[in-house]
């Protein structure tokens, strides 16, 4: 497939699937169908999508006590797109799109294609048809949902599974392994990092898909991104330019001459937790998020799993962002990938990572398989794989110093 043709959802597999469930035995059920349902019939399948995912997951899904009720009152409000799949009467998989509040108050708008999963007793083993329900989603976004900027997700990527929940690797034969077969789904892989804790702190890998790819591609290509090295812009640009198949060749300026980065505040979007990253942001923009110092988020670090934090476009496009990137990579941050602009659509921001020291011992294993990679993206392969290499070593010599400074002391 040509490189002008990314950005068509090209995937006959899954409209064939689609369209093959009720041969199967299975009934789709799309969106409106489900809020058709209304009163107690949607109550009852808000209740039923809450025990499927606390089964999956043993009860370590991170919402998991609230799910059932979120749930139901989403789809209600329209925030919530619920596809489910059912056989003989009974719930077999559901898959969701979730919108986002924009918490910068910017316009852009997202859609977390999220809460997916299969029953146990039929199991991705056994041969619940679905890789088509959870793809669809794409198409019927592109149809449906043309006042949101962007889909994303965080697929887990574990080399094993624990607990009785499944790899990472059938989710990544999903999104990545579909090129291996000449199928095109507009996709842009986003980065890593250990990000939630199920049976120990999971690694996930990110993409987004643009609504609207042929506008996006557009605003991508005019935007520009400063860094301080030429590791950092490699590592952006890889993930961008094999993720649009040379469509979009981002705008990157290493400027190693950078002034020293300013004092500047970690607008916190998320505090620490023991179920999902921390998470912060840098931006000159007037917030209502809490504003924390460098101190404190450090501090903070030792009451969370892992931590998180985007550079916004308004600093990311100036030499300050390359300023604070290094900054960042000196308090033992690693660059972990970019995230599109809350603020500024088409722009690229970059984001880093790091995990809780005292915490090592907790982080399951990440695998991207070279078969569903290799294909159109062997630089983001190597790309994430050394994002997680990075973060490891960054862990290591910060327990390493901490355990140097006791003895000293």
Partial sequence: MSAAEWGCFDDPDTFEGVDRYPELGYELSMPDAVRNLGGAALHRLAQECGTLLQTVYKGTYPLSAKDADALHAGIIAGETNLFTLARDGELSGMAALVNQDNRLGGEITFTELGRAVARPSDGYRAGVPMRPMLKYRLPWSQENLTGQDYLYSMTRSAAEGRGGSPSGRGIQSVWWGASKHGSQIPMVTTGASWAYKLHGIEPFTGFVSPVDPEQWVGAASQHTLFTPTEADRNAVSTLLTEGTRGRVKPHVVVDRQAPAAYDFAYNEMHGPSDAMAAKYVVTDRRTPLPARSEEEVAAHLGEAISQKLVIEADVASTPRGAAIMRKLHEQGWTLAGWWPSEIEYGAVCPE??????????????????????DH??????????????????????????????????
């Avoid at 630089?379 to 050394?386: E, F, I, K, Q």
């Fill in 352 to 373: 880093f990572a790091r995990v809780n020291p005292k915490r090592i011992e907790e982080l399951v294993e990440p695998a991207h398989h070279p078969s569903y990679f």
């Fill in 376 to 409: 159109n993206l062997p630089g983001t392969r190597r790309v994430l794989d050394n994002v997680y290499a990075k973060m490891l070593g960054a862990a290591i010599t910060a327990r390493e110093n901490v355990k140097s400074t006791i003895i000293i002391d």
